[in-house]
């Protein structure tokens, strides 16, 4: 008796764990039903849609689909907050002043050149190992200037659920950003549980130095490659070396990420996060300067694309906090 | 009585498994010994030089390293084999009627410059999915114009060993190659084991294009990146965003690989494979046009690194004849 009663809990256990909802933070609805029939098809070996493991790539933007980027994105504050602490003798310019002073408007008045000199004096005559130290020192320390949270607590806790399903259902999970591949490296084991390997990013050129006998990769001024719009399917051709079959992005900078995904021979699925709770979070798409969503919204539906309505389809947006 | 004896058995085959020889085609010495200490000490966790698995990268050079590279490059031979198919009409230079007319003097007058215009030729205005197709055709079809086998069948029987042996000790093993990413792609998982996402290479500038709603990557004329000598590190950066602890190569192309990987606050492995064996394989390192080999000659010994003298520490060569 004791015994039947034993496999019983046991068979029980083993019905939870294979019937529990692999995505808890997604509210049922087409997206969530979409993603799990896919993986579902993908991944058992009598459908015809069954893609093997080795091909099973999955291929996901970072700034507005893991995590926030208004009002500005976060890497431009990492600029900021260093430009801050740079000696004032080293402040040539209206942008390096601007930025220092936290003037956001006169820093924005000096286009994109401005911003591209702030970024450019927060990542370049320092070694990769150096700047990747200030990025995780920065990380602990610095706050979002509206939420208050630490910037690794402002990523999507459905999205976490969905990287983690999707590597539990045998796929590799590539983060591929228009932000900086050695920016991105810092967090991306810790917080989305991805390893360096597997980050695709912008870059800027790198340069191998032996300083006394010591050898360094320093970053330089010069832009190596911009992982965004037609350079995410070159990032990731140029990283992993095949077609992916599910890519998920939020702006218009995914668009040729989610068409290359989907125009292979093989199944694709592609998913764009919809900014649309202004409460929880920020609601925005065809208008503004960040996250622009115009292509992505007139087409993605007649490619057979998903959107993750974030008001309607996330139960919860962010991790609870501790 | 036969319970005995079946344990027995099944004792003697789990040691066998437990001692069997990792490097089968590797003589005893102190090359062999130093690579099995060296794999012992990073994997054992009470050993004070432990590595973690992920942070276990080994990196391994090509032409030379991986597959013979003499009389010349085998890219090259694949280069001028598409030359020759080329219509006439097209060979407009000198180098590119050398190519096609076979005569590697007459080619090799041209210089780099009809070098890499045969190579161009044989690599750009096509997709980069066509140009793997065409690869994969030739290494079915193409013999070596003096040992007469296949060119993957040219590759290190100790090699392979060490790729399977560095990889059942938790190590990724990456290739990274001066050769092109995409030429080694075609054969990596094949012959090595090497999935795609994991070869590190030279590339051409590719380009995302829509033709007629198909989406392809493109290759261009323009260089992008050269993975060679201090491009090396930089690819290994840019690729896996971590400083590998085991590197081998062959010439002094692979000098600031195994330096970076040799120069980390972790235990680092540097390998050269040296070309002593004119009979099976060719003899050569100070002089020549290929794979030549000085300074790590001059410097390899008092920087701790380790020499695979082929012709005395390789039992075999290639791997067997079918």
Do not use: C
Request: charge should be negative.
């Amino acid at each position: 008796m004791i015994r039947t009663l034993l496999s019983a809990t046991a068979l029980s256990l083993a019905a939870t764990a294979l019937w529990a909802d692999p995505l808890p933070s997604w509210n049922t609805g087409e997206t969530k039903s979409a993603i799990i029939s896919f993986v579902d098809a993908v991944t058992d070996p009598a459908s015809e849609d069954y893609v093997t493991p080795e091909d099973r790539i999955a291929v996901i933007d970072n700034d507005g689909t893991l995590w926030s980027e208004q009002p500005v994105y976060f890497q431009l504050f990492y600029s900021i907050d260093m430009v801050k602490k740079m000696d004032p003798s080293a402040l040539t310019s209206d942008a390096l002043n601007a930025a220092a002073a936290e003037d956001m408007e006169a820093l924005l008045a000096t286009g994109e050149e401005g911003l591209m000199e702030v970024v450019a004096a927060a990542h370049t005559d320092m070694s990769v190992a150096e700047f990747k130290t200030k990025v995780a020192e920065w990380l602990e320390e610095a706050r979002h200037p509206t939420t208050g949270k630490r910037y690794t607590d402002m990523v999507f806790q459905p999205m976490l659920e969905l990287l983690t399903y999707l590597r539990d259902e045998g796929f590799a999970t590539y983060i591929v950003s228009g932000g900086g591949i050695d920016f991105v490296r810092v967090f991306s084991q810790d917080v989305y549980g991805v390893d360096a390997s597997q980050v695709v990013g912008s870059s800027l050129v790198s340069e191998y130095v032996v300083n006394d006998g010591v050898p360094m990769l320093m970053k330089k001024p010069d832009l190596f490659f911009i992982d965004d719009k037609v350079g995410k399917p070159v990032g990731i051709n140029h990283h992993i070396g095949k077609r992916p079959i599910f890519a998920a992005g939020n702006s218009d900078g995914d668009f040729e990420m989610l068409e290359w995904t989907t125009s292979g021979d093989a199944p694709g699925f592609g998913l764009y996060v919809h900014h649309t709770d202004a409460e929880r979070e920020w609601a925005y798409d065809r208008e503004g300067h960040i996250g622009v969503l115009n292509r992505g919204l007139d087409e993605g539906a007649e490619r057979g694309w998903h959107f993750a309505d974030m008001a309607k389809d996330w139960a919860v947006v962010f991790p609870a906090s501790e």
